[in-house]
């Protein structure tokens, strides 16, 4: 079974331009996230998508970071414009049951420096 | 809400020796609790989960954790390190409710030495 796919791996940009990260789950997976982690710390949740419907976006900074999830498959992150603050690993994960305890299945990553 | 601490960053073990990272968490209802792993330069893997069946949980390569709900606690576990797993920990928490939203610690960085 493929796993969650990523691209890219590595982006470098200036501040104020930007930067956009693509995640295709695990076929079947209705819930898919993208999590921000900074170096030294824990991944944070930005947004939580069931099908192509937001579940949880209270932690994404709306002013500059968009998601989307159209037909309820591969997702896109959009961050415009940048800041020096969102040089971090962007991870994307899915996960295939509704509510109860499921896996989290993560991606490699794409890891993101603003210059 | 929830939270987990992980307490100390950085852990420093002999090869053979016993592996023990810390994990304490605060959650207002029955807690669903994970341990992480993230090798460098990829995603995070799932080593064990707890969700309010038997308090001791074993994982993958050897590792096992157990709820202590008087405690707070779910430490990670492993009788003998092995120098393939050095690597960083991730102890994480969600509510027994619907929605799964993880909220992770802060890491614990391990390092296995010969």
């Known amino acids: 079974e493929a796993g969650v796919a990523q691209s890219p791996r590595y982006k470098i940009i200036e501040k104020r331009q930007s930067v956009a990260f693509w995640c295709n789950p695990i076929s079947g997976h209705a819930t898919l996230y993208w999590y921000q982690q900074i170096l030294g710390q824990g991944p944070k949740l930005l947004i939580q998508?069931?099908?192509?419907?937001?579940?949880?976006d209270s932690q994404l900074p709306k002013d500059r970071f968009s998601a989307e999830r159209l037909k309820g498959v591969d997702s896109t992150l959009k961050i415009q414009p940048a800041k020096l603050e969102d040089s971090a690993v962007y991870l994307c994960?899915?996960?295939?049951?509704?509510?109860?305890?499921?896996?989290?299945?993560f991606g490699p990553g794409t890891r993101l420096t603003v210059l | 809400a929830q939270s987990v601490t992980q307490l100390g960053s950085h852990v420093s073990v002999s090869e053979g020796a016993l592996v023990l990272l810390r994990c304490n968490y605060s959650?207002?209802?029955?807690?669903?609790l994970f341990w992480y792993v993230q090798y460098p330069n990829q995603g995070l893997q799932l080593l064990l989960k707890?969700?309010?069946?038997?308090?001791l949980v074993k994982g993958i390569n050897g590792f096992e954790a157990e709820f202590k709900k008087s405690e707070t606690s779910f430490h990670l576990t492993k009788p003998s390190a092995h120098m393939s797993d050095a690597a960083e920990y991730f102890c994480?928490?969600?509510?027994?409710?619907?929605?799964?939203?993880?909220?992770f610690g802060t890491g614990t960085q391990l390092k296995v030495e010969l």
């Open positions: 707890y969700t309010s069946a038997a308090t």
């Open positions: 959650s207002s209802v029955p807690p669903y």
């Open positions: 994960a899915s996960s295939g049951q509704r509510g109860g305890v499921n896996e989290q299945f």
């Open positions: 998508f069931q099908n192509n419907g937001v579940v949880d």
């Open positions: 994480a928490v969600s509510g027994a409710g619907g929605g799964n939203k993880l909220t």
